[in-house]
Structures are given as C-alpha cells and as structure tokens.
C-alpha cells in the first residue's frame, strides 16, 4: 500500500472525493432546447478555432458520465447551471426545458448516490447581459440575484450551492489578459470593478439565500494563487504583495471579513495609482459586504498553481499559451511586478507552475486569516496535459496526472493534519472537456473523451482515484 493510500485512510468516511465539471465546458447542445447564447458563442465562431459543440455532450450523455463516476469511488459531483438554459437571455420567462434537464440530471446523480454541487455562473454570462457591460453593469447584478431566486426555490433537490466560480479568472481574463472576451489587456478599472460586482452579486445571493430560509449550504468558489517574491529581495516582496492583493487578497477580505481592509486598500490603492485606475464603491455595498461575510455555510478553493514575481517597472504587456508551446507566455503588469521562472519548479505545456506546496501555504493562509471561511472543499485541482490516445478499449497512461494529484493531495492533508478544516476534494476534471481559451488538447478528466465519436475511455488516474476512494468506504 503506497503512503498516500493508507493517509487517505486516515480522512473521515463522508469525505468529498469528487470530479468537476462546468456548464459550458461538457454540455454541447448550445442551442437545442431553448437555450440562449452565452458571451462565448458568437466570439468563438468569430475566431473559428474551436467549437462549444459538441464538447463531452454532456447534455445527452450524462448518464453514462455519472455512471462512470459512482463506478469508480466518487461521491460527488461539481456541476454548474447555465444560466441561458434557465433564462436565456438572463432574465425573463423561464425556459421550462431547461428546467427540466438539470432535474433530470440531479435526479441522476442522487439516484446514483452522487451529490451534486452546484454553481450558479462558471464564466458563461447570458449574450444578452454581456452586451450590456456584464459585471460592469450594476443590473446585471439583480438579474443574477433573481436567477439565482428562481433555482434555490426550483431545485430544492440541491442542498450544496456555489454562488459564483472564480471571480477573478473571469475579472483578469477579460481584463487583464485579454483571453476571454471582451479581450481587455490591462484595462486595470475594469478588472478591479467586476471583481467588485461580482462579490456584490454572491453577497446579495448569500443574504437572500438566508433570509428566505432555504434549505442547505451556501458559498462561493476562489482560485487562489500564491504569489511569491523570487528571488527574494524587498522589491519583489513589494510586488508579490502587490499581485496578491489583485488576485486573491482583495476578494478573500471582501468574502469573509465583509469590508477591504486599510492594508488591503492601500496595496490596491497603490496598484490601481500606478495603472491611472479607479474603484467605485456606492453607498451601502459595504453593509451588504458585511452581512454575507458571516454567513457562508463553506468555502470552495480552487487551486492549480502560483505565480513568482519580481519587481516591475515598465509597461503592462502579456502574451498567453493557448496552445501548450511550451515557453510561449509572459505577464509583466505595469508597477506592479513581472513573472518569473524559478528554477526547479517544473511547469506544464502551457507554463503553469507544478507547486503543490502552494495548496498547503493558501489553506494554511485562509484558515489563519479568513475564520469566516470555515469548512473548506477543494472544489478544482488537476493538471492539462496531451493524453495520447491509445484505441477503443484501452487505457490511457496519465502517470504525470497521477504524481500531479498524488502530490497536491498530499498538500490537503498535511494542511488537515494541521488543523485546517478541509472536507473534500474535486478532481478537475471528471471527463475531458473544452478549455475556454486552449480548446480540446489541453486534457484534464479522469476519463478520457473522444471528442470525434463521444466515447469515454478510462485512464490511469481514474483507477487510482477509484483506489483511494475506495478507502474512504471501507
Ligand atoms: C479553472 C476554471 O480556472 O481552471 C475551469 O474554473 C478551467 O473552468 C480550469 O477549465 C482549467 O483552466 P484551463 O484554462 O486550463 O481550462
């Protein structure tokens, strides 16, 4: 029995150990069924490098996927609710097929002793609300509010909601680093300000949530990514603080402790000073702030990896590997700080560090800071890789996945062996599935999907997964 197996043994039974997936990245079927466009549909035809269609087709296929999870040891499933299949265009009559199909598939996954855990938003805005400024638009806000209304009274099935997943990537990819539409690069106002928003948005949902006296637990979903100084000298701590406070500090203090704290604003402050930007902050979204802060039920943690960062000076300018060439991307944000390699951190094909220390160092950091957080789920880990198909029937060789969720796993439970209150952990992803701005090579799933015939292949990691579950059983 390796080490791992018999720690993993040492978890409570009942602990998540479950696979994620998003709306848009397995669906398929984007325009069957009444459903509205999302601000990726027309934008990926435009650029005609890949198509939302048919994905893992999920839509028609889940069945067979949640079968596949409860078949090899999963208890739990992240999926999110496209909002444009309930309301398509965000807001409105309800669209009754739409309805219809995610209590088909809860129905599914609690027939099949798989719980769901559901995210409102997962990056797929309504097209029509996008048009509209999307998280910049203050009206965008009720109209997720009165959606999100609407599912906690339909689906009363659910009992473990998400409000919103990643607040940031959505903020710094349409922003910051321009690859995902509207294609912003460093419109640093904007990045700052749908954060903002969109915090107002989960508050609002939290606070309704309560208030109505709806049954089950409610939270949100960070990706948190550790920013260290490299090498570390004072000027690059400087800029790693920096950074931090842009990606992860500004929406954990406005998360759970419900206000920007005076360190906190004086980093943003500083950041946005340098960038000739602007936060606006109108009477009363601090008390709205404040109320959720206390008032999330869990904490969903995303986590891939961190970034190293030095001291920088010049002018913003970015270039991202979309297409796992190995040493094709570069970030430098203007007064802020510039990413950097450190040595003998290895990377993937499309440069994201391998660091699993940086899970540990980030759940040590939110239960020491953030006690509002209280329970945590690692609610994404996993590594994008080029599985190599093997034919019909045959396994799937992801021993770098394996070492890659071996190690961060690891990370959970020395953290858990430290006191942090960590109850789960979400594979990403349960299937292959699309990639918002890499398309279908970069693979994450534990089952390999042939996106020409739709069938599922198993690899390595879902065998491994399944040992380790299995444990949690026994
Ligand atoms: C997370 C998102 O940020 O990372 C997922 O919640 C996403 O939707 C995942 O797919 C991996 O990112 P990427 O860009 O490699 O697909």
């Known amino acids: 029995m390796t080490s791992l197996l018999k720690r ?53 296929l889940y069945p067979e996927d949640i079968e596949l999870a409860k078949l090899y040891g999963l208890n739990a499933i992240r999926v999110s609710i496209a909002w444009t299949r309930i309301f398509p265009k965000g807001y409105g009559e309800p669209n009754p097929a739409g309805v219809a199909y995610y209590h088909r598939l809860f129905k599914c996954c609690l027939d099949n002793g798989i719980t769901p855990y559901v995210s409102l938003h997962h990056f797929d805005s309504p097209k029509t609300l996008f048009d509209d400024g999307d998280w910049l638009n203050r009206k965008n806000i009720d109209y997720f509010v009165d959606y999100a209304d609407f599912c906690f009274k339909e689906f009363s099935e659910v009992k473990n909601w998400f409000t919103i997943n990643e607040l940031i990537s959505l903020a710094f990819s349409q922003y910051i680093q321009g690859n995902f539409p509207p294609n912003h690069h460093f419109d640093v106002t904007s990045g700052i300000q749908a954060q903002h928003n969109e915090l107002l948005a989960h508050a609002r949902a939290v606070n309704l949530f309560k208030e109505k006296g709806y049954q089950g637990r409610i939270g949100l979903i960070h990706v948190l990514q550790p920013v260290y100084p490299y090498p570390d000298t004072p000027a690059n701590e400087h800029a790693a603080a920096l950074e931090d406070a842009f990606m992860n500090r500004f929406l954990l203090d406005g998360t759970f402790k419900g206000e920007y704290t005076p360190k906190t604003m004086a980093l943003i402050n500083e950041l946005l000073e340098a960038n000739d930007a602007k936060l606006k902050i109108e009477p009363g979204d601090m008390d709205i702030l404040k109320k959720a802060s206390t008032q999330n039920d869990y904490f969903g943690m995303n986590y891939y990896q961190p970034s190293f ?65 209280k329970t945590i789920y690692i609610t994404e880990n996993g590594l994008g890789y080029k599985d190599k198909y093997e034919g019909i029937g045959q396994l799937i060789d992801d021993e770098k996945r394996i070492d890659f969720i071996d190690q961060h796993v690891e990370a959970l439970l020395k953290a858990r062996s430290e006191g942090v209150d960590v109850q789960g952990y979400f594979v990403w992803s349960l299937q292959d599935q699309f990639s918002w701005a890499n398309g279908y090579n970069k693979r994450y799933g534990l089952f390999y999907v042939n996106f020409e015939t739709q069938a599922r292949e198993i690899k390595k990691s879902a065998l491994w997964f399944k040992e380790l579950g299995q444990t949690l059983k026994d």
């Open 309 to 373: 960062v030095a001291a920088y000076e010049g002018e913003s300018t970015n270039s991202f590997n979309g297409t796992g060439e190995k040493g094709t991307s570069s970030f430098k944000f203007q007064g802020v700080g510039q990413h950097v390699k450190k040595p003998g951190v290895p990377t993937t094909d499309w440069d994201w560090n391998i660091y699993p220390a940086g899970m540990y160092d980030m759940l040590k950091r939110v239960a020491r800071e953030y006690p509002n957080s």
């Open 8 to 60: 993993v043994q040492s978890l409570p039974k009942g602990f998540v150990w479950g696979g994620a997936t998003a709306a848009y990245q397995v669906e398929g079927a984007t325009k069957v069924d009444g459903k509205g466009k999302t601000m990726w549909d027309d934008y990926l035809k435009a650029q005609g490098r890949f198509s939302p269609d048919p994905a893992s087709d999920f839509y028609h």
